[in-house]
């Protein structure tokens, strides 16, 4: 695999990661993840409770020391530098609305996927700004939105015994800096690429190929991933 380099001039280093609806499986493999890597992570929920619950068992779950903390949403969003949303689709919007003044200024990154289930399993749904992350610029005019993380494996991420996770993370947004910052922080879970991926506008099929990949992981009883050939 062709190395794609994160810039020199992108330092996360020291910098404090929260994730909003971190008691969820994918909010927790990521917090995981970054805190193994040597960060704080505050993992924020509607139930401060819930959340410091979540933190505790994932601290009490690792033979080495990590950092992660449990606090409501509003308080998490207040101290991460950095700010994942990985919330239910549905209270997506209201959530956000509800926090843009804690967010004001911050990086954010979202990776909300919009999705339906019926019978004939997983489906795009349609989202009148285009895109989970459109929405979310749409809502946090102060704010710098990015979007990543959609396709990765909360399993894999939860998994003590797997240390390289094989895939490639899409980062898409409109700053090249807040871009280049993101690709950084995917870059900390270790045999993960982060790649460029376009502006917001494109996040919609970003988004909606999550409906594929389960519907691969379900016929094929795995947990697929995405890897961009030829970089």
């Known amino acids: 695999m062709t190395e ?3 810039p020199e001039t992108t330092d996360i280093t020291g910098r404090t990661i929260s994730v909003l609806g971190g008691t969820g499986d994918q909010g927790r ?9 040597g960060h704080t ?3 924020g929920s509607r139930s401060a409770e819930r959340a410091e619950k979540a933190a505790r068992e994932l601290v009490e779950a690792e033979s080495a020391a990590i950092d992660v903390r449990g606090l409501d949403n509003a308080s998490a969003a ?7 949303v990985a919330v239910p689709w549905d209270g997506h ?10 967010l004001a200024g911050k990086l954010v990154v979202d990776c909300v996927n919009p999705l339906g289930f019926d019978k004939r399993g997983p489906f795009a749904l349609d989202v009148p700004e285009g895109s989970a992350a459109e929405q979310a610029a749409a809502v ?22 797997v240390e ?13 800096a807040a871009t280049d910052t993101v690709r950084a922080l995917a870059e900390l879970i270790p045999g993960v690429r982060g790649v460029f991926g376009g502006r917001l506008r494109n996040a919609h099929q970003v988004e909606a190929l999550t409906a594929n990949l389960i519907a691969v992981n379900r016929r094929y009883k795995t947990h697929a991933g995405i890897r961009i050939t030829g970089l």
Not at 29 to 37: E, K, S, T
Not at 78 to 84: L, S
Not at 93 to 100: P, T
């Open 41 to 43: 992570v505050y993992l």
């Open 93 to 102: 919007r209201e959530l956000l609305e509800s926090l843009a003044g804690p």
């Open 4 to 6: 794609v380099s994160t």
């Open 140 to 161: 946090l005019p102060d704010s710098t939105v990015t979007a990543a993380f959609h396709h990765v494996s909360a399993v894999i991420l939860l998994d003590p015994e």
């Open 164 to 176: 390289t996770v094989d895939l490639d993370v899409l980062v898409l947004g409109e700053d090249r």
């Open 78 to 84: 207040a101290e991460g530098d950095i700010v994942i």
């Open 29 to 37: 493999g990521l917090a995981r993840r970054f805190a193994l890597a």
